[in-house]
């Protein structure tokens, strides 16, 4: 009998996991012995008129007639690469994501590993300075600065550093890194982990061994501690010395952060303290680099993996300890596509794999905080800044009085002024980048508006371009106003660039660093900004919010804030939470050495109560409070929501769409029992955004249970209807934002 004739059900098949927007998982008849074909291995197959890899979960058998089964065209692994553990986690979170699962495993995959490539990469050469080098007197290099800094940074390194570190460090590091080899002061080497003699720590303050203690001697069993400490309490020292008794038992530790920018302080300050290889995971890699990182952690040959997001995926099989640094930072949820969040998918991981986590935060997140309170985690405070270094004074001047040049007070310039004179350094800190975000024409009030978008295109002076923030869009700044074609147009309000101009004029004798986006777009930019701004080499740093994560720069003495208040009416439920986040992170950038800092924090609206209660009280106040109104208004995380989002070239078109989607909706039985309410369609905050316009519909429920029963019909109906083929739309669970 011939396969085509054959009933269906009656062949085993491969299961397979393809990268398409599809949720479901497709069979194909295995090549060679069924048995060969273990989950997480990889294979190629034909999917419509192209081929794919995609990753094996299973083998079964097949509810499609046989005559439409193709064949696997090739098995790409002999070895599955992943593990059965990483599987399981991502089929999970495929699960509890709504999220088409070969596109979740695309997403855990390194780069080459999506593509048919068998790569063996060939490890990279790595750096070090020769004796030479450790030895070059300081004036040697004063004519070729970058070599300078390269020899220091490698000097300064406990191991011979990759080039995926040299770039993160310097994007300008090759030339530069030929010279110093041809001088003899620095050499190629393979690293040598054998030879590491680790410093030793810290004597760890009570707290921190308190903390530290309850962590390792939990190591085997799923145990969440919220490392509540503020900014230079000392958290890293702990994580440190965890890890440190995780490594002597020749295990893994797994590190998460929201920002590349901040890996190569921490990977330094690993690699110094623990006597094992340390990968980096992140962005600004290369994909071999990547792929050999990868493959360190999942032969176990790295101790440490210190990684961004995507990190979370990495199969390591000793893993023994995951920390989640800067736990609040939504950085850590994807936006697009696949949308988790690495900090809740550890938690899930460390549960299923019954281990110590870790989440360290200055500013912890309201979920985080509930769980704390509620006894699902563990709660540790840090109170005291480790070291010698002091809590800065917090001031609040009014925005609205005395505010001379463009929004600056006068009592902060008065101030900056002390401390440049002492040597100091000073952060200007507005969360707005270009030179203003209005151009109005003084005679008619018109703005210059974005087409494309419902939003004020921004003045870059520098570029003599308006910008849309929102999709990019730019066009020269206009002379003319549009509407009535008055000649003056007057430039509302400041951001970064004008900071920048007004600042460079007023201190003339100080060297003024622009932290943001635009100056830092270039690959490996914002690390030599960084370096730049540690050193001293500049004394007075404006910037966004990139400044406010983690940097240790400790001769910054006073910060300024300006309009810290935008949070205060933002369109997003979370606003206010991320306003006195980023107030209390950008504050801990002053005094973290032995001078005492000052945070100087101008708003428009000194009175209003929360504002008061975050400078007055602190950060558990003001998050209690915060909770309390979250409670009261029902909203996570007392209340599990999901959004769906959807956007479309017509006015009304996603309107339209999830009203039939919300009709739709309403008659499963958990909306009917209002067990999950199903609110809009409403247009999103900024309804039209890149010349499409866009609306949500979101559910809410008190329990997580039926809010993904509903999710579960949702997602293949959704795949099914021919109406959702006009739209763009996608699932968002536990959004981040609404935005
Ligand atoms: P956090 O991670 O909370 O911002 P860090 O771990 O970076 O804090 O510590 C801040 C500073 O204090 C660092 O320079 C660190 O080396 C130092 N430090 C931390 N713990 C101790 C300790 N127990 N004794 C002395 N110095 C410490
Ligand atoms: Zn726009």
Same mark, same amino acid.
């Given at each position: 009998m011939s396969a085509d004739s054959?009933?269906?059900?009656? /062949?085993?098949?491969?299961?397979?996991?393809?990268?398409? $927007?599809?949720?479901?998982?497709?069979?194909? /008849?295995?090549?060679?012995?069924?048995?060969?074909?273990? $989950?997480?291995a990889r294979v190629l197959v034909s999917f419509g008129p192209g081929k794919k890899v995609g990753v094996v979960l299973g083998t079964g058998v097949s509810e499609l007639a046989p005559a439409r089964l193709k064949p696997v065209l090739q098995l790409l692994d002999t070895e599955p690469v992943l593990s059965e553990e990483i599987v399981q986690l991502v089929e999970w979170a495929s699960g509890y994501y709504h999220h088409p699962v070969g596109e979740c495993f695309a997403a855990a995959l390194p780069g080459l590993l999506r593509k048919n490539s068998n790569a063996k990469p060939v490890p990279p050469c790595c750096y070090q300075a020769t004796e030479q080098g450790k030895e070059a007197e300081a004036d040697m290099l004063s004519r070729a600065p970058v070599q300078k800094r390269l020899l220091q940074f490698l000097t300064s390194s406990a191991l011979a550093v990759t080039e995926g570190e040299c770039q993160l460090f310097d994007p300008r590091w090759s030339a530069p890194m030929k010279e110093l080899l041809k001088k003899?002061?620095?050499?190629?080497?393979?690293?040598?982990?054998?030879?590491?003699?680790?410093?030793?720590?810290?004597?760890?303050?009570?707290?921190?061994?308190?903390?530290?203690?309850a962590a390792a001697d939990r190591l085997g069993s799923y145990y969440p501690v919220l490392l509540y400490g503020i900014t230079g309490s000392g958290k890293t020292e702990v994580y440190i010395d965890v890890a440190r008794k995780v490594i002597e038992r020749g295990q893994q530790v797994l590190l998460l952060l929201p920002e590349i920018g901040l890996t190569l302080q921490l990977l330094a300050r690993f690699r110094s303290a623990l006597a094992c290889q340390v990968v980096a995971m992140h962005s600004a890699m290369n994909d071999t680099e990547r792929l050999l990182a990868w493959q360190a952690a999942a032969s176990g040959d790295a101790g440490v993996v210190i990684g961004t997001r995507s990190a979370i995926f990495t199969p390591m099989p000793g893993l023994a300890l995951i920390v989640v640094d800067e736990e609040h930072d939504g950085s850590l949820k994807q936006q697009d596509g696949f949308r988790y969040h690495a900090r809740d998918l550890a938690l899930v991981r460390a549960r299923r794999l019954k281990l110590p986590i870790l989440l360290g935060s200055a500013?912890?997140?309201?979920?985080?905080?509930?769980?704390?309170?509620?006894?699902?985690?563990h709660l540790h405070r840090l109170t005291a800044r480790a070291g010698p270094a002091n809590e800065p004074q917090m001031i609040l001047v009014d925005g609205r009085t005395g505010a001379g040049e463009q929004g600056l007070s006068q009592r902060l310039l008065t101030m900056m002024q002390e401390v440049l004179g002492r040597g100091e350094q000073v952060i200007v800190f507005i969360n707005r980048r270009g030179y203003s975000p209005v151009l109005m024409c003084e005679v008619c009030s018109s703005i210059a508006d974005c087409e494309n978008c419902d939003a004020h295109m921004t003045v870059h002076a520098r570029s003599g371009r308006l910008r849309c923030h929102h999709c990019g869009a730019e066009r020269r700044v206009p002379v003319q106003c549009k509407v009535c074609e008055g000649t003056k147009l007057i430039r509302v309000g400041a951001g970064t660039e004008r900071v920048d101009e007004v600042l460079s004029e007023k201190f003339p004798d100080y060297k003024l660093l622009r932290i943001d986006r635009d100056s830092t777009s270039r690959k490996g930019e914002l690390q030599r900004h960084l370096q730049m701004a540690a050193s001293g080499e500049a004394q007075i740093l404006v910037g966004t919010q990139m400044l406010a994560k983690g940097h240790d720069f400790p001769n910054v003495t006073l910060v300024g804030i300006m309009d810290a208040d935008r949070g205060l009416f933002g369109a997003d439920f979370r606003s206010i939470e991320q306003m006195g986040q980023l107030i209390v992170q950008v504050a801990g950038r002053a005094g973290r050495a032995r001078k005492k800092g000052t945070v100087l924090i101008q708003s428009q609206n000194t009175e209003h109560p929360l504002l008061h209660k975050l400078l007055d009280e602190g950060y558990s106040e003001f998050a209690a409070q915060l909770l309390e109104e979250r409670e009261h208004a029902g909203w996570p995380p007392f209340a599990y929501v999901a959004l769906l989002r959807a956007d479309t070239k017509e006015t009304s078109g996603a309107q339209n769409y999830l009203r039939q989607i919300a009709e739709l909706a309403g008659s499963i039985p958990v909306a009917q029992s209002s067990e999950v309410l199903v609110l809009g369609p409403a247009?999103?905050?900024?309804?039209?955004?890149?010349?499409?316009?866009?609306?949500?519909?979101?559910?809410v429920a008190a329990a997580r249970k039926p809010l993904h029963q509903l999710l579960a019909w949702l997602r293949p109906t959704l795949e099914k209807l021919p109406s959702s083929r006009k739209v763009r739309w996608s699932i968002d669970v536990d959004p981040h934002d609404m935005l």
């Amino acid at each position: 009998m011939s396969a085509d004739s054959l009933p269906a059900g009656s /062949l085993a098949v491969v299961k397979v996991a393809v990268a398409v $927007p599809l949720s479901r998982v497709f069979d194909y /008849l295995p090549l060679g012995q069924l048995k060969n074909y273990q $989950p997480g291995a990889r294979v190629l197959v034909s999917f419509g008129p192209g081929k794919k890899v995609g990753v094996v979960l299973g083998t079964g058998v097949s509810e499609l007639a046989p005559a439409r089964l193709k064949p696997v065209l090739q098995l790409l692994d002999t070895e599955p690469v992943l593990s059965e553990e990483i599987v399981q986690l991502v089929e999970w979170a495929s699960g509890y994501y709504h999220h088409p699962v070969g596109e979740c495993f695309a997403a855990a995959l390194p780069g080459l590993l999506r593509k048919n490539s068998n790569a063996k990469p060939v490890p990279p050469c790595c750096y070090q300075a020769t004796e030479q080098g450790k030895e070059a007197e300081a004036d040697m290099l004063s004519r070729a600065p970058v070599q300078k800094r390269l020899l220091q940074f490698l000097t300064s390194s406990a191991l011979a550093v990759t080039e995926g570190e040299c770039q993160l460090f310097d994007p300008r590091w090759s030339a530069p890194m030929k010279e110093l080899l041809k001088k003899g002061l620095a050499e190629k080497v393979w690293p040598d982990y054998s030879t590491l003699k680790p410093k030793a720590g810290f004597k760890l303050n009570s707290e921190q061994e308190a903390a530290a203690t309850a962590a390792a001697d939990r190591l085997g069993s799923y145990y969440p501690v919220l490392l509540y400490g503020i900014t230079g309490s000392g958290k890293t020292e702990v994580y440190i010395d965890v890890a440190r008794k995780v490594i002597e038992r020749g295990q893994q530790v797994l590190l998460l952060l929201p920002e590349i920018g901040l890996t190569l302080q921490l990977l330094a300050r690993f690699r110094s303290a623990l006597a094992c290889q340390v990968v980096a995971m992140h962005s600004a890699m290369n994909d071999t680099e990547r792929l050999l990182a990868w493959q360190a952690a999942a032969s176990g040959d790295a101790g440490v993996v210190i990684g961004t997001r995507s990190a979370i995926f990495t199969p390591m099989p000793g893993l023994a300890l995951i920390v989640v640094d800067e736990e609040h930072d939504g950085s850590l949820k994807q936006q697009d596509g696949f949308r988790y969040h690495a900090r809740d998918l550890a938690l899930v991981r460390a549960r299923r794999l019954k281990l110590p986590i870790l989440l360290g935060s200055a500013t912890p997140s309201l979920e985080s905080l509930r769980n704390a309170k509620r006894g699902n985690f563990h709660l540790h405070r840090l109170t005291a800044r480790a070291g010698p270094a002091n809590e800065p004074q917090m001031i609040l001047v009014d925005g609205r009085t005395g505010a001379g040049e463009q929004g600056l007070s006068q009592r902060l310039l008065t101030m900056m002024q002390e401390v440049l004179g002492r040597g100091e350094q000073v952060i200007v800190f507005i969360n707005r980048r270009g030179y203003s975000p209005v151009l109005m024409c003084e005679v008619c009030s018109s703005i210059a508006d974005c087409e494309n978008c419902d939003a004020h295109m921004t003045v870059h002076a520098r570029s003599g371009r308006l910008r849309c923030h929102h999709c990019g869009a730019e066009r020269r700044v206009p002379v003319q106003c549009k509407v009535c074609e008055g000649t003056k147009l007057i430039r509302v309000g400041a951001g970064t660039e004008r900071v920048d101009e007004v600042l460079s004029e007023k201190f003339p004798d100080y060297k003024l660093l622009r932290i943001d986006r635009d100056s830092t777009s270039r690959k490996g930019e914002l690390q030599r900004h960084l370096q730049m701004a540690a050193s001293g080499e500049a004394q007075i740093l404006v910037g966004t919010q990139m400044l406010a994560k983690g940097h240790d720069f400790p001769n910054v003495t006073l910060v300024g804030i300006m309009d810290a208040d935008r949070g205060l009416f933002g369109a997003d439920f979370r606003s206010i939470e991320q306003m006195g986040q980023l107030i209390v992170q950008v504050a801990g950038r002053a005094g973290r050495a032995r001078k005492k800092g000052t945070v100087l924090i101008q708003s428009q609206n000194t009175e209003h109560p929360l504002l008061h209660k975050l400078l007055d009280e602190g950060y558990s106040e003001f998050a209690a409070q915060l909770l309390e109104e979250r409670e009261h208004a029902g909203w996570p995380p007392f209340a599990y929501v999901a959004l769906l989002r959807a956007d479309t070239k017509e006015t009304s078109g996603a309107q339209n769409y999830l009203r039939q989607i919300a009709e739709l909706a309403g008659s499963i039985p958990v909306a009917q029992s209002s067990e999950v309410l199903v609110l809009g369609p409403a247009h999103a905050p900024m309804e039209r955004l890149a010349g499409r316009y866009r609306a949500q519909l979101l559910f809410v429920a008190a329990a997580r249970k039926p809010l993904h029963q509903l999710l579960a019909w949702l997602r293949p109906t959704l795949e099914k209807l021919p109406s959702s083929r006009k739209v763009r739309w996608s699932i968002d669970v536990d959004p981040h934002d609404m935005l």
